[in-house]
């Protein structure tokens, strides 16, 4: 007789039952809470320096080694370093894996083996600019350290193995001397934010682009854009703008064909629309008006690509037909043959004009002005005939709601891991519709709920199939937070760290098992995109820009218990389409809560919303600003609104009252 699956249960159904038991036990979701329902997952992670043509790969028992051709069961043929050969050790009962000083490119695992009670410690790491490995292990009161080339390897002293370490790690505190600071309450969010863009950064070859590693280094896959768009919006949230610009060159000068589309196999429709949105975000938080001057042709090509699809559409279709006006292309390069008029097109198209219009009023001379004012026109033409499609399409009569992905679909779902259409909706198309910002309120909770209350999700993350698969997941996180569901937010932030990350080294893969006793491990291999949602998501978490609108949020989605007694939550160099800003939050003994916010300049252009989640939840009771009363706050949404500052410097001071 078969032993029970643990796993059915969560797999059929149609509830969220781990993210409700995380939400159900009150307080804001935690690391902790998500981790302990779920086996750990462990599987490979991977070494090399910025520049390497190629990465080490390091298992879970700490072998180190290349690849196997091809790529199967064998992981690794061959092995450059096995600590069980030198210490004559069986496998380890017990194992700790995590990286040096919690962040940086350098494997850090300690092992216990029953066998015969032997512990070990095993550092290892690529150079930093350079290809040779080195590695360390050791036990009780002797160890080895040494070089490993295409010679074999080469015993050095422990002093040089540190020497060469400290040279790692001075070589990365200089790559993030300018980057966006972050200190809060919760080291492990630090460090998965560092580890993650450190990790993502040693993928690429330079500003070379490469979705992952294992079967994602292959050459074909190389130009997909999300591993390029990811990569820039990651580096343009962090304030790491020279790279964003280097990411961006690299792929409009190497990968975009004279007719303005992809030179990669299967491009969705939506990437063009991201591509302009990237271009468009990196010029407003570099301010470098030279750079996107220069840029210019390279975005008339995507636009004219875009417009000619348009065009195709408006002239197709009668107005009366839900077609008309919408782009026909393909949602994704798995599914690149299965091209229709996919609304995630035409949301992304509409973002993507309306940026590059809004950037090039502000950034352009007068010829660029006038062609932002001709994209914008198209935009908002465009949003009225997707509007009146979705207006047509939108099934009412289920609950919630049904908003297809596609114009005409009419067959609503059942549950979203029902088929391969209906699992590739839950995962991308609808994140897509969603992090575009461009749904009425009614068409975006209905996707969210209908994904929630349909088995789309795992601890807040996504399901696909009978797996988890997160790479969009930080456009659908975007989406949750612009409709201000903070603890759905949450939920999925540490149920990414927790379900679809591998313990203290950060490493993201695209797919992971549910399924897995004692230890789950990776179904699809490391990627890029997933390796970056952690950081995408902390930075949001803490700083958010209204898309459409001049507001900036300050903690909109951190968790309460940050703001409990004596805590304190600071960024620094914080990039935002009006400059940088700074602020430092801190929690009283007496419930009070300051807060110390810098700004560019006194004429700051937009409204300010600091929000603060104390742990009792309780209301404000009176505000100051820079030792004035402030009227100008909501305690039911627990944030102080500064409309317009004309100070630079701003100290708030929010008071509440005694449980």
């Not at 995507?302 to 782009?327: N, T």
């Not at 309306?354 to 062609?371: C, F, N, P, W, Y």
């Not at 995408?536 to 978490?541: D, E, G, K, S």
Request: glycine residues 8%; charged residues 25%.
């Amino acid at each position: 007789m078969s032993s029970p699956d643990p796993a059915a249960s969560l797999l059929t159904s149609q509830a969220d039952v781990l993210g409700e038991r995380v939400l159900g036990a009150g307080g804001d979701p935690s690391f902790e809470a998500c981790a302990a329902l779920l086996p750990p997952l462990v599987a490979y992670t991977f070494l090399a320096g910025e520049g390497s043509s190629d990465v080490v790969y390091a298992e879970p028992d700490g072998r180190l080694g290349v690849l196997a051709e091809p790529y199967g069961t064998v992981r690794l043929d061959p092995v450059l370093f096995d600590p069980r050969e030198i210490l004559s050790a069986g496998e380890p009962t017990a194992a700790r894996r995590g990286l040096v000083d919690g962040w940086l490119p350098a494997i850090d695992y300690a092992f216990t083996s029953e066998a015969n009670g032997q512990d070990w410690r095993e550092v290892a790491f690529v150079a930093a600019t350079g290809e040779e490995l080195y590695a360390s292990l050791r036990a009780g009161e002797g160890g080895v350290a040494c070089r490993i080339g295409a010679s074999g390897q080469t015993p050095i002293a422990t002093r040089e193995f540190d020497a060469r370490l400290g040279e790692l790690r001075d070589h990365w505190r200089r790559a993030f001397a300018d980057a966006m600071e972050v200190d809060v309450p919760e080291p492990r969010v630090t460090d998965a934010c560092r580890a993650s863009l450190v990790r993502a950064f040693i993928s690429h070859n330079g500003p070379k682009p490469h979705y992952g590693v294992g079967l994602y280094r292959n050459p074909k896959d190389d130009a997909f854009p999300p591993a390029t768009l990811s990569t820039v919006n990651a580096c343009a949230e962090w304030n790491l703008l020279a790279r964003a610009r280097a990411h961006l060159d690299y792929y409009l000068d190497h990968l975009l064909r004279p007719d303005g589309t992809f030179d990669y196999y299967g491009p969705a429709v939506s990437e063009y629309g991201q591509m302009l949105d990237a271009i468009a975000r990196t010029a407003r938080r570099s301010g470098d008006a030279g750079w996107l001057r220069g840029r210019v042709p390279e975005v008339e090509r995507i636009v004219g690509h875009l417009l000619a699809l348009r065009r195709d559409g408006q002239g197709k279709w009668p107005k009366d037909d839900a077609r008309h006006g919408l782009l026909l292309g393909s949602p994704e390069a798995d599914t690149r043959k299965e091209v229709d008029y996919y609304y995630s097109a035409d949301a992304w198209t509409w973002r993507g004009w309306t940026e590059i219009g809004r950037v090039l009023l502000e950034m352009g001379d007068e010829a660029m002005k006038r062609r932002g004012e001709e994209l914008l026109a198209e935009a908002a033409s465009l949003r009225a005939d997707t509007e009146a499609s979705l207006a047509k399409c939108v099934i009412a009569t289920t609950e919630p709601p049904f908003v297809p992905p596609v114009a005409g679909f009419d067959k609503p779902f059942a549950t979203m891991t029902q088929d391969t259409f209906a699992s590739y909706t839950n995962y991308r198309y609808w994140a897509e519709m969603l992090s575009a910002g461009f749904l009425r309120p009614e068409w975006h909770d209905a996707i969210i709920e209908y994904r929630r209350q349909r088995g789309g999700e795992l601890l807040g993350t996504t399901r696909f199939l009978d797996r988890l698969d997160d790479w969009p997941y930080a456009g659908y996180a975007h989406g949750l937070l612009l409709r201000d569901r903070v603890r759905h937010y949450l939920l999925g932030f540490y149920g990414h760290l927790a379900a679809h990350c591998m313990g203290d080294t950060f490493t993201s893969y695209e797919q992971v098992a549910v399924r897995g006793a004692p230890t789950r491990t990776c179904v699809a291999d490391y990627c890029v995109p997933a390796q970056l949602v952690a950081p995408l998501m902390a930075r949001w978490m803490l700083v958010f820009e209204e898309p459409d609108a001049d507001v900036l949020w300050l903690c909109r989605a951190a968790p309460r218990r940050w703001l409990e007694p004596g805590k304190r939550i600071a960024v620094r160099r914080a990039p935002t389409r009006w400059g940088l800003v700074s602020f430092a939050v801190e929690a009283g003994a007496d419930g009070s809560v300051a807060a110390a916010i810098e700004l560019p300049r006194a004429d700051f252009p937009a409204e300010i919303r600091l929000r603060l989640r104390r742990p009792d939840a309780q209301p404000f009771r009176t505000v100051t600003l820079n030792g004035q009363p402030h009227a100008d706050f909501d305690p039911q949404g627990e944030f102080v609104r500064i409309v317009r500052p004309k100070a630079r410097s701003l100290d708030v001071l929010a008071a509440f009252p005694r449980s």
